[in-house]
Structures are given as structure tokens and as C-alpha cells.
């Protein structure tokens, strides 16, 4: 067994969504060529629900063996990037919009050296998918997913929820949050605000 067999981290985000979703087969993407050669993630995973659709990044923390440079306390940039995206009615796969955008969101923290954290936002400029008014992401810790303990240090999840130029507005006025959307889970709905 190589050092690259064994993956500690990625068990660990693993071992945590087997406790959320027994015996649920996810749809997941890998990114290429990996995130020691550039790309955001190493992968991503969407769990069914019947509702909604629950999207885990691997990537952003140390998911084989601990960096020596690293901070002891925090595994790589201490998250990993969920969300939540509405599952349509007769919706068998997975949306790919979603694995896009946490890919593009990791890479926009790797490159800008972005620590996210909660109450962060990020204005996209443009819509996180076709016909929605939703152009930017809040963030807000995974309503369901608790910060853990690994190997490698502590793992939090962060869940991106997207939002329209105008919860944006309001959200840096003061005048809104998260808990307006009146969802406890945090789900991301680009219907609600179709263009």
C-alpha cells in the first residue's frame, strides 16, 4: 500500500456522510488533473434526498497525509465546501451546475488565499446557472455536517447558498439574512428567482 492508498481525511468527510446518508449511493466527479496540480478540488459528491440535492467538496483540506508546513490545528484550509440545490420531481442526476461552482469557488480560494467562513459572501457577477436570478453565495455552517476532528486537524463545513444581487444589497446593508429565506437547510433554489 503507497502513501496514495491511504487517505485519512477523504475517509473521515466520508465516514461522516455515511452517518447522514446510510446506504445512499452519491453521484460524484472528480476534478483533473487534482488538486496537487492545479484544479480547486480533488472531487465532489451529490447525495439524493428527496427534496434536495447535497453536494460535498474533497479538496480543501488534506485528504491523504498531514502537509509538514501546515497548521497542526486545521486540516489544509480547515472546510470543505456542501450545498443544497432543490431536486426537481423526477430528477435522477444530479445537477452539474453545482460541482462547477464549488470547483470554481475552491479555486478562487486556493488562488486568492480566501479563508471563507460564515457570513462571507462572494459576489459571482453572474448567475450560478441558466435562467436564475441568483448571482452570488452566501456562506453559513452545514446545517446537518458538525466540524470534526481527523487526523490531519479540524474539518468544518461551510454550505454556499445562493442569492439574488438584491439579498446582496441587503445583506451588506444590514437589512437581511440567511434566515430570511425562511429554510432551515439552506437550500438552493434557482427557481425562486428565474430570470
Same mark, same amino acid.
Given at each position: 500500500?503507497?502513501?496514495?492508498?491511504?487517505?485519512? %481525511?477523504?475517509?473521515?468527510?466520508? +465516514?461522516?456522510? @455515511? *452517518?447522514?446518508? =446510510?446506504?445512499?449511493?452519491?453521484?460524484?466527479?472528480?476534478? #483533473?488533473?487534482?488538486?496537487?496540480?492545479?484544479?480547486?478540488?480533488?472531487?465532489?459528491?451529490?447525495?439524493?434526498?428527496?427534496?434536495?440535492?447535497?453536494?460535498?467538496?474533497? %479538496?480543501?483540506?488534506?485528504?491523504? +497525509?498531514?502537509? @509538514? *508546513?501546515?497548521? =497542526?490545528?486545521?486540516?489544509?484550509?480547515?472546510?470543505?465546501? #456542501?450545498?443544497?440545490?432543490?431536486?426537481?420531481?423526477?430528477?435522477?442526476?444530479?445537477?452539474?451546475?453545482?460541482?462547477?461552482?464549488?470547483?470554481?469557488?475552491?479555486?478562487?480560494?486556493?488562488?486568492?488565499?480566501?479563508?471563507?467562513?460564515?457570513?462571507?459572501?462572494?459576489?459571482?457577477?453572474?448567475?450560478?446557472?441558466?435562467? #436564475?436570478?441568483?448571482?452570488?453565495?452566501?456562506?453559513?455552517?452545514?446545517?446537518?455536517?458538525?466540524?470534526?476532528?481527523?487526523?490531519?486537524?479540524?474539518?468544518?463545513?461551510?454550505?454556499?447558498?445562493?442569492?439574488?444581487?438584491?439579498?446582496?444589497?441587503?445583506?451588506?446593508?444590514?437589512?437581511?439574512?440567511?434566515?430570511?429565506?425562511?429554510?432551515?437547510?439552506?437550500?438552493?433554489?434557482?427557481?425562486?428567482?428565474?430570470?
Amino acid at each position: 500500500m503507497t502513501d496514495l492508498d491511504e487517505a485519512p %481525511g477523504w475517509d473521515a468527510i466520508d +465516514a461522516a456522510l @455515511a *452517518d447522514l446518508y =446510510p446506504g445512499i449511493e452519491p453521484r460524484h466527479v472528480g476534478f #483533473t488533473p487534482g488538486v496537487h496540480f492545479g484544479s480547486g478540488l480533488q472531487g465532489c459528491s451529490a447525495y439524493p434526498t428527496d427534496d434536495f440535492w447535497h453536494y460535498v467538496s474533497y %479538496g480543501l483540506t488534506e485528504l491523504w +497525509a498531514k502537509d @509538514a *508546513d501546515s497548521d =497542526p490545528r486545521w486540516s489544509g484550509w480547515g472546510f470543505e465546501l #456542501t450545498m443544497r440545490v432543490r431536486r426537481l420531481p423526477g430528477q435522477d442526476l444530479a445537477p452539474g451546475w453545482p460541482f462547477s461552482l464549488l470547483e470554481h469557488l475552491a479555486r478562487f480560494v486556493r488562488e486568492q488565499r480566501a479563508l471563507l467562513a460564515d457570513g462571507h459572501i462572494v459576489d459571482l457577477r453572474q448567475p450560478l446557472t441558466e435562467s #436564475t436570478g441568483l448571482t452570488a453565495v452566501a456562506f453559513a455552517p452545514d446545517p446537518e455536517l458538525d466540524p470534526m476532528d481527523t487526523v490531519n486537524g479540524r474539518v468544518d463545513f461551510l454550505t454556499a447558498v445562493g442569492i439574488t444581487a438584491g439579498e446582496l444589497a441587503a445583506l451588506h446593508d444590514g437589512g437581511w439574512s440567511l434566515a430570511d429565506l425562511g429554510d432551515p437547510m439552506l437550500v438552493t433554489d434557482p427557481t425562486r428567482a428565474a430570470s
